[in-house]
């Protein structure tokens, strides 16, 4: 599923599972996830480790 209207999503879905060879990597609530995502123009992109996604912009980075 893809889309940018998280409130459809949260009607559509249960708790979100992501699986990686039979282990449990993620057991969460959409609300759960979105507590813990932030969205932010940076200038720099530092700490991989704790980006997910960067794409590059005009004003440096959108992670």
């Known amino acids: ?3 940018h209207q998280v409130r459809d999503l949260e009607s559509l ?8 060879n039979s282990e449990i990597l993620l057991n969460a609530t959409t609300e759960e996830i979105a507590e813990k995502l932030c969205f932010k123009n940076v200038i720099t992109v530092t700490d991989h480790q ?14």
Do not use: A, M, N
């Open 13 to 20: 879905i249960d708790p979100i599972i992501i699986l990686d």
């Open 1 to 3: 599923i893809s889309t």
């Open 50 to 63: 704790k980006v997910l996604y960067s794409e590059h912009s005009l004003r440096g980075f959108q992670s």
